[in-house]
């Protein structure tokens, strides 16, 4: 073992200001890969420091990148960029104020005790993962969230509130104003709303660029309040905006020290000296046993269920960053690391032991946390703890793991905290920056999911066509074949065939199924 201790050594990074450390011993690269990777790693830096000053970094839409002027708005490359970042934080410390004390309710001499955000992707991940970090019995409202347009998903939400619909504050988040999943989420809501005979308007908030559909729909309707939100910022990185602060300020969350450390982490990990950065040190570490080309998965193993989120985050932040088709020369690369996990010990009892004995094609990213976050200790045997075991268990695992030849990096903090966990946020988002310019890709934009919305669309116009025929010739039964030709998509059959099979499963949806000899023969009616 006394190579390992001596590796350790050379590769430990311990920061006690942001109380951080990072090992990346178990990591099996060569001793000049630093050496090696430097120039590269030089042009991050100046590419990163582009981006900060303003530089258009999304060029699909001209925009800036400015998630970091967000916990730092002196940094903003415009003075009006700097006040609006300045007043919407002084906006949403004094609106959660003023609901904590009752002076913003729903009326009857009551307060709020729930919310519900509506959002999707980065307006859900972030958010839920700082809720559930930094949970506390404590906590002023309870928090909620639809983050998808599952009509059963919305359902079990809803009842779980129940007949405290009146006493729960909804907020709205799209960034675009015109989210379709958003949008959905919003309008079974209203509905919800209605059933109880309660104003929605009265208890809702939106959080939207200015000017948006939303933002219109908000002004128009007299919410509560709209906060902002701006092109500048990607769904991906808007915790740090009124996306991830309104929510966790309502819940009781200390949003200026959660704004502390992701500001103390950038100022670190702006460093041009690798060797005290500890994002380019991430970031080098992917590089490396990824091969540059996302040869190996990324798992994501937090021995923290407060962190139990921050896989899913982190699987969006990593994915959509920098799963893309061509670099920044239009040069077809297909990159991507793709990234899952769930938490420790629980992984003893679920997929370490293909980890441990499987194919080797991941590397893991431990994630520890020194602090039990317990007054009073209740000692299982002897003088030992279930914490004890916790990290018994990750460094057993983490031991197992070198032994068969798989990699592994461990990021300690000491506690979880505000603090700490914008700290995690900031750094990560920082390596996704430094290892994307390191494969000469763009981070910060998605095509991709624009593809998957246009398909959407033309699922749904699909749908409603087939619909229209079938209420125009009651009566009558119709083949997919059929259809598809009747609604002008001949070539369509297959997801048309999805679109009916759905549709007859729900009798509520007025179309009936006649099951044939084989499923292609069924015909399909009104009922």
């Known amino acids: 073992m006394a190579k390992y201790w001596q590796r350790f050594k050379d590769y430990y990074y311990d920061n006690k200001e942001l109380g951080l450390s990072i090992d990346t011993s178990r990591m099996n690269f060569p001793d000049n890969l630093f050496d090696l990777v430097e120039p590269q790693l030089q042009r991050a830096y100046r590419e990163m420091t582009e981006l900060e000053d303003g530089a258009i970094a999304n060029p699909d839409e001209n925009r800036m990148v400015g998630h970091y002027w967000l916990r730092n708005p002196a940094l903003a490359p415009f003075e009006e960029i700097t006040a609006a970042i300045n007043n919407s934080i002084e906006r949403i410390s004094v609106f959660a104020k003023t609901v904590h004390q009752g002076m913003i309710g729903p009326g009857n001499e009551k307060r709020f005790k729930n919310f519900i955000l509506i959002g999707i992707g980065g307006s859900a991940l972030g958010p839920q993962l700082v809720s559930d970090a930094l949970w506390t019995k404590n906590d002023y409202l309870k928090p909620y969230y639809i983050d998808n347009t599952d009509p059963d998903g919305i359902d079990r939400v809803l009842a779980k509130i129940g007949m405290e619909l009146e006493e729960t504050l909804i907020m709205v988040a799209s960034k675009s104003g015109g989210t379709t999943e958003t949008y959905n989420g919003m309008q079974e809501v209203r509905v919800a709303f209605a059933k109880q005979g309660i104003t929605f308007t009265n208890n809702a908030v939106a959080i939207t660029m200015p000017g948006s559909k939303l933002d219109l729909l908000a002004k128009e309707e007299g919410w509560l309040e709209s906060f902002p939100l701006w092109d500048w910022v990607g769904g991906r990185t808007s915790v740090t905006s009124a996306v991830g602060l309104l929510p966790a300020a309502l819940q009781g969350i200390d949003i200026t020290s959660f704004l502390k450390g992701a500001r103390s982490c950038d100022e670190q990990t702006r460093q041009p000296n690798t060797s005290v950065n500890p994002a380019a040190q991430l970031a080098l570490m992917w590089f490396h046993a990824t091969d540059g080309k996302g040869s190996k998965d990324m798992v994501i193993l937090p021995y ?72 009073d200790n209740i000692y299982i045997t002897g003088n030992i703890t279930s914490g004890d075991y916790l990290q018994a268990f990750l460094l057993g695992t983490r031991q197992a793991l070198t032994q068969q030849g798989r990699e592994s990096l461990t990021i300690t903090i000491k506690h979880l905290d505000a603090f700490s966990l914008g700290v995690l946020i900031a750094l990560f988002e920082r390596a996704i920056g430094i290892y994307a310019s390191l494969i000469n890709i763009n981070a910060y934009h998605q095509p991709g999911v624009e593809l998957g919305k246009k398909g959407a669309n033309m699922i749904i116009d699909m749908l409603a066509k087939s619909l229209d025929y079938l209420q125009q010739n009651s009566g009558e039964t119709f083949s997919v074949e059929e259809i598809a030709a009747a609604i002008g998509n001949p070539e369509d059959e297959e997801r048309l065939f999805k679109i009916l099979e759905h549709l007859s499963a729900n009798s509520n949806r007025g179309v009936k199924k006649i099951c044939g000899i084989d499923p292609f023969k069924s015909r399909y009616t009104t009922i």
Not at 335 to 355: E, F, M, P, R, W
């Open 304 to 375: 923290k269920d407060r962190l139990q989120h921050l896989a899913c985050y982190m699987q969006q932040l990593v994915m959509e960053s920098l799963g893309k088709k061509y670099d920044r020369n239009g040069v077809e690369v297909n990159q991507g690391i793709s990234v899952y996990g769930n938490k420790g010990s629980t992984d003893q009892h679920a997929y370490v032991q293909q980890l441990i004995e499987g194919v080797n094609n991941f590397f893991v990213t431990f994630i520890e946390v020194l602090g039990d976050e317990r007054k």
